[in-house]
């Protein structure tokens, strides 16, 4: 507020003024909101900011079309500005299945059970399944962590935009995974204590899921599922990081789907060739209906034994620097299970390009 005393029109001020709470009738920004929106609607970084401020309002007093219709005009200026290249990620998805096609492929690695790796798509509780488990005594959250694949560019000399490309996992092959692998612990020194098991929570680690495998077998890796519409509506919704190229999909809502299905099938690749006490994945419709099962599920699969303290993960004080941030500070909730199906007839195309690539909708 002190901000739009100063710049009423800055458009990051009132997306997060907007974002900090529930909108309501009486108390809602949409006097404000637009006609700045038709003053920034031909800038495509502003656009966006306000065009998620008006969905975010939208959504709250219940005028679902109006919500995604904002969503639209506010992302089409950027949309047009960005390239997805649905043949490129393609190419990424089909390189990372290659990097593990069985037995036959596991190497000597390092073996350390100190990592764990959360993965999965963005907004669908891998910061939730990390804040339960660092909830526990012997487990330290390193945050969104950078470090395998980057090393993997180091090691295969491919220097370029992309932290995910084709040519770094298919230069792999050959590759010494146990000096990755060590590469990798070195990395966490200083992280927490040589005791303590590391929490790795790059979502998009789901790429790396079969090198993180031959360069360290022993950890463990988590994989977060959550209903395919709803998975695909929050990253839609969601206001990713201006000019983040990992979330480009996110710019357009068959983009997301097409995302979403190349997804499905990598992580139905790992669930046939990882073994089941490495890789293991979470439904976040079951962490958040039935909260204790789900963590001592997740404890069993990581060696640990159970504390009643994964069980108030809102109360954990430690920093977060992700989308997240605010739910995490409260208990579980239903509240987001099945937002989809209110937005009704507007989402149809989505599921329609969830279908034709072999997702089932429920």
Known sequence: RRILTITPDDVRAWHQLVELSRQTPENNHLAKLQPLFAEVAADPDRALFVGHALGKTYEDLGDYEAALDSLRR???????????????????????????????????????????FVVGLPRTGTTLVDRILASHPEVVSAGERKAFPMLVKQMTRTPGPRLFDAEAMIRTRGLDFARLGRAYLDSLRGVAGRESLVIDKLPFNFLMAGLIHRALPDARIVCLRRDPMDS?????????????????????????????????????????????????????????????????????????????????????????ATASAAQVRQPVHTGSVGRWRRYGAGLQPLEDTLRAGGVEVA
């Open 232 to 320: 695909c509506l929050s990253n839609y919704r969601q206001m990713f990081a201006v000019d983040a190229p990992l979330h480009a999909y996110a710019y357009d809502l068959g983009w997301t789907g097409e995302y979403y299905v190349l997804f499905d099938r990598l992580v139905a690749h790992w669930r046939a060739t990882l073994p089941p006490d490495r890789f293991m994945e979470v439904r976040y419709e079951d962490v958040v209906s039935d909260q204790e099962t789900q963590a001592r599920r997740l404890l069993d699969f990581c060696g640990l034994a159970w504390d009643p303290a994964v069980l108030e993960f809102h109360r954990n004080e430690a920093g977060v």
């Open 74 to 116: 506010g992302k089409a200026a950027k949309r047009q500005r960005t390239a997805f290249y649905a043949d490129e990620e393609r190419a990424v998805f089909t390189a990372a299945a290659d990097t593990f096609r069985g037995r036959a492929d596991r190497g000597p690695g390092v073996a350390s059970a100190r990592p764990i």
